[in-house]
């Protein structure tokens, strides 16, 4: 068993509370983590701020900080790997997975700060201003506050800070309290690889103490969460005019259609709704399946379910593994109970040990079950026929949220249609919701969040467009 401290003002910090972190699969002590206070927050807060305007750090400065963290995680992948194991409970192959995708979205925002500009704007065009030449520059927007899930320790932590370090800002970070080990070890990476004092902060504690007092402190002038819809709300009526990135709640739709590959749509979406135990925003969670290939998807589904190992996130056979608690798995067992009550079918899994709940399909649901109607955020996924394309995307779009959807089909009219139609941030083609590389815009729609992430994306909402107008004697 570790301690880790917090890192404030460019130093390791202790305080007198701690946070237990579990072994999420075993329920045992696998480290403690300082726990900040209010002293401490305002003392983090104030660093960045003192740093931000101290600390001035060049575009390609900025390129070479991120790019030697780049080559540090990589180089540390199996102990990282472990640690986003132990503490969240993903199974091991798919913790390789997000280290290496982690590496790359810290190069990705390195090369990303070498590239940050304005453009010229033709002001000469307007009468009387003959004489005048203007341009935008980019500049950061000063101390950035992030809060991040427990889903993605490592990757979705680095989506805030590479590419808020990449524009030139400084960062206060508020991990998730089941997952603070993972954020630690990054601070770390970026304190070895060279980042300056000041400029990133990482104080754990709980959304009541650490997160209100961030959400209500001025001198924070841009707020990047990834959360419920309901956190993300109160954030948005706690920060006034602030700037927010907000990547929120979902319940993926994907639809098969009848001309769809039956194989791969199967395939895809046996380990899409269930990778991390279905933990994931982009998890695919409702199935529209056309009724004339229904019986038939739902054969090769469940025949590519069997597949599935379900148990120890250690071992690297594993492909599904615990939830973040027995709590969350219990909370979803209860909507699977009430689905069957009201006549839902469950046709595979649907068995909880402890944390670990099984792949679970349910049919014959109605869209008024909390299974379909909210995030279930649980390795559950819910079938639901239909008839005409039309009628599926209305009913696809009464949902409140829009992260990202997908369709199986190989009819391309169709494909074009439903991509048009279907309303979210990102809508993949004979592909599952849960596509995701970390370069591409990512975020979505109604109660599912506003801003993009991906490093070229968030450095936008990062940085303030500056117009500079000259006058000229010519």
Same mark, same amino acid.
């Given at each position: 068993?570790?301690?880790?401290?917090?890192?404030?003002?460019?130093?390791?910090?202790?305080?007198?509370?701690?946070?237990?972190?579990? =072994?999420?699969?075993?329920?045992?002590?696998?480290?403690?983590?300082?726990?900040?206070?209010?002293?401490? /927050?305002?003392?983090?807060?104030?660093?960045a701020t003192k740093a931000f305007s101290e600390q001035q750090l060049t575009p390609f400065e900025r390129y070479q900080i991120l790019h030697k963290a780049s080559t540090l995680i990589s180089e540390q992948k199996d102990e990282l790997a472990m640690i986003i194991t132990?503490?969240?409970? %993903?199974?091991?192959?798919?913790?390789?997975?997000? *280290?290496?995708?982690?590496?790359?979205?810290?190069?990705?925002?390195?090369?990303?700060?070498?590239?940050?500009?304005?453009?010229?704007?033709?002001?000469?065009?307007?009468?009387?201003?003959?004489?005048? $030449?203007?341009?935008?520059?980019? /500049?950061?927007?000063?101390?950035?506050?992030?809060?991040?899930?427990?889903? +993605?320790?490592?990757?979705?932590?680095?989506?805030?800070?590479?590419?808020?370090?990449?524009?030139?800002?400084?960062?206060?970070? %508020?991990?998730?309290?089941?997952?603070?080990?993972?954020?630690? @070890?990054?601070?770390? *990476?970026?304190?070895?690889?060279?980042?300056?004092?000041?400029? !990133?902060?990482?104080?754990?504690?709980?959304?009541?103490?650490?997160?209100?007092?961030? $959400? @209500?402190?001025?001198?924070?002038?841009?707020?990047?969460?990834?959360?419920?819809?309901?956190?993300?709300?109160?954030?948005?009526?706690?920060?006034?005019?602030?700037?927010?990135?907000?990547? !929120?709640?979902?319940?993926?739709? /994907?639809?098969?259609?009848?001309?769809?590959?039956?194989?791969?749509?199967?395939?895809?979406?046996?380990?899409?709704?269930?990778?991390?135990?279905?933990?994931?925003? *982009?998890?695919?969670?409702?199935?529209?399946?056309?009724?004339?290939? @229904?019986?038939?998807?739902?054969?090769?589904?469940?025949?590519?379910?069997?597949?599935?190992?379900?148990?120890?996130?250690?071992?690297? =056979?594993?492909?599904?593994?615990?939830?973040?608690?027995?709590?969350?798995?219990?909370?979803?067992?209860?909507?699977? $109970?009430?689905?069957?009550?009201?006549?839902?079918?469950?046709?595979?899994?649907?068995?909880?040990?402890?944390?670990?709940?099984?792949?679970? *399909?349910?049919?014959?649901?109605?869209?008024?079950?909390?299974?379909?109607?909210?995030?279930? +955020?649980?390795?559950?996924?819910?079938?639901?026929?239909?008839? =005409?394309?039309?009628?599926?995307?209305?009913?696809?779009?009464?949902?409140?949220?829009?992260?990202?959807?997908?369709?199986?089909?190989?009819?391309?009219?169709?494909?074009?249609?439903?991509? %048009?139609?279907?309303?979210?941030?990102?809508?993949?083609?004979?592909?599952?919701?849960?596509?995701?590389?970390?370069?591409?815009?990512?975020?979505?729609?109604?109660?599912?969040?506003?801003?993009?992430?991906?490093?070229?994306?968030?450095?936008?909402? $990062?940085?303030?467009?500056?117009?500079?107008?000259?006058?000229?004697?010519?």
């Open positions: 068993m570790k301690h880790f401290q917090l890192f404030i003002d460019g130093e390791w910090t202790d305080s007198s509370e701690t946070i237990d972190v579990l =072994d999420k699969y075993t329920q045992t002590l696998y480290a403690t983590v300082a726990k900040a206070d209010e002293q401490l /927050v305002d003392k983090a807060i104030a660093s132990k503490e969240a409970g %993903k199974p091991l192959k798919q913790a390789q997975t997000e *280290i290496d995708r982690t590496s790359l979205t810290f190069l990705w925002a390195a090369e990303e700060a070498k590239r940050i500009h304005g453009e010229g704007v033709p002001v000469e065009a307007a009468p009387g201003s003959e004489n005048r $030449m203007a341009f935008t520059i980019k /500049v950061p927007v000063g101390v950035v506050g992030a809060i991040s899930p427990f889903n +993605f320790p490592m990757n979705l932590v680095a989506h805030k800070l590479a590419p808020a370090l990449a524009a030139g800002n400084a960062v206060v970070l %508020k991990p998730a309290s089941k997952t603070p080990v993972s954020a630690l @070890k990054l601070a770390r *990476i970026l304190e070895e690889a060279g980042l300056p004092k000041g400029l !990133l902060q990482v104080i754990a504690g709980s959304g009541s103490t650490v997160g209100n007092q961030m $959400m @209500k402190d001025k001198r924070i002038a841009l707020y990047t969460f990834t959360g419920s819809a309901e956190v993300g709300l109160k954030l948005k009526q706690e920060t006034g005019l602030n700037r927010l990135i907000l990547e !929120l709640g979902n319940n993926s739709p /994907v639809i098969v259609d009848k001309e769809a590959d039956i194989a791969l749509a199967a395939k895809t979406l046996a380990a899409q709704s269930f990778a991390f135990a279905g933990q994931v925003c *982009i998890s695919v969670q409702r199935i529209y399946v056309d009724e004339a290939i @229904k019986q038939a998807f739902i054969e090769k589904l469940t025949e590519e379910m069997q597949h599935l190992k379900v148990g120890n996130p250690a071992d690297v =056979d594993t492909d599904v593994g615990p939830m973040i608690d027995e709590k969350e798995a219990e909370r979803a067992e209860t909507w699977i $109970m009430e689905a069957q009550k009201d006549g839902a079918e469950v046709i595979h899994g649907g068995q909880r040990h402890g944390a670990l709940l099984e792949p679970t *399909i349910i049919s014959n649901v109605t869209k008024d079950m909390r299974v379909v109607c909210e995030e279930i +955020f649980a390795p559950v996924a819910s079938i639901i026929s239909y008839t =005409d394309l039309e009628s599926c995307i209305r009913e696809i779009n009464q949902s409140p949220y829009g992260l990202q959807g997908g369709i199986f089909t190989q009819n391309i009219d169709t494909a074009y249609y439903a991509a %048009k139609h279907v309303e979210v941030g990102g809508f993949m083609i004979n592909d599952g919701s849960q596509y995701r590389v970390d370069l591409m815009p990512y975020g979505g729609v109604k109660d599912s969040g506003n801003g993009k992430e991906g490093p070229k994306y968030s450095i936008n909402e $990062m940085t303030e467009e500056r117009l500079i107008v000259m006058n000229l004697k010519v």
